[in-house]
C-alpha cells in the first residue's frame, strides 16, 4: 500500500531532496536563504511557511542525506544470512556509493560534524546521534556473531565498531580532500580485512 503524503508534507520533501546536495557541499554556515529559493525554486515565504527557519530545513536535511547510505545498508544486512557477510556489507556499500557521495558533497556526518563541532548544538548532536547509531547497529551484528561461533569470543565488540566507523570516516575524508577515490578503496580493503580477523 502507498503512503498518500499531504500537499504540506510533499512540499516539505520537495524542499529537503532540493536542498539536500546545496548543504552537504556549503555546509550550515555557507547556505544562504538566496541558495534555498534557487534551488527549489520557491519563494521565501514558501519555505519558512513549512520549515520555521534555516536550522530546521538543514536538521532535516541531515536525516536525508544520512537516509540514502543507510538506507542501502540496512537493505543488504537484511539480505546477508551471517554475520560475518552482514558486516561485510559496509565494506561493499561504500565502495559503490563513495563517487557518488563524493559528487554529492562528501559524507553529511563528517561534514556536520566538522562544521558544528562548536557552533551549533542541535546539528553537532544530529551527528553524534548517526555515529552512536551506527556504532549500535555494528555491536549487535558482532555480538551476535559471537553468540553463534562465527566470532571470537574475547572480541571487543564497541573497539571493533567504533574501528569500522573511523576506518570508514576516515577513507572518505582522505578520498575527498585529496580528490583521490582509490585512497577509499585501500581503506576498506583494510575494513575486509579487520573483519576477516574476527572470525574464530
Request: one cysteine or more; a positive charge.
Amino acid at each position: 500500500m502507498n503512503k498518500s503524503y499531504s500537499k504540506a508534507e510533499r512540499t516539505r520533501n520537495f524542499i529537503i531532496e532540493s536542498t539536500a546536495e546545496v548543504f552537504n557541499k556549503k555546509g550550515y554556515a555557507g547556505t544562504s536563504l538566496t541558495d534555498l529559493t534557487k534551488a527549489t525554486g520557491l519563494t521565501k515565504g514558501s519555505i519558512y511557511g513549512n520549515f520555521e527557519n534555516k536550522e530546521e530545513v538543514a536538521l532535516a536535511v541531515f536525516d536525508y542525506n544520512c537516509s540514502r547510505v543507510a538506507g542501502l545498508t540496512a537493505k543488504k544486512i537484511r539480505e546477508a544470512t551471517t554475520c560475518y557477510d552482514k558486516l561485510m556489507c559496509y565494506a561493499g556499500v561504500y565502495r559503490t556509493v563513495t563517487k557518488e557521495t563524493m559528487s554529492r558533497g562528501g559524507c553529511p556526518i563528517l561534514n556536520t560534524a566538522t562544521e558544528a563541532d562548536d557552533t551549533n548544538c542541535l546539528l553537532r548532536d544530529k551527528a553524534a546521534g548517526a555515529v552512536r547509531h551506527w556504532e549500535g547497529t555494528l555491536v549487535s551484528i558482532i555480538n551476535q556473531g559471537v553468540l553463534n561461533g562465527e566470532f571470537k569470543k574475547d572480541i571487543n565488540s564497541r573497539q571493533v565498531s567504533l574501528s569500522i566507523v573511523a576506518l570508514i570516516e576516515g577513507g572518505i575524508m582522505i578520498s575527498k580532500v585529496t580528490g583521490d577515490l582509490t585512497s577509499m578503496d585501500s581503506i576498506l580493503k583494510t575494513v575486509e580485512l579487520f573483519i576477516e580477523q574476527l572470525k574464530s
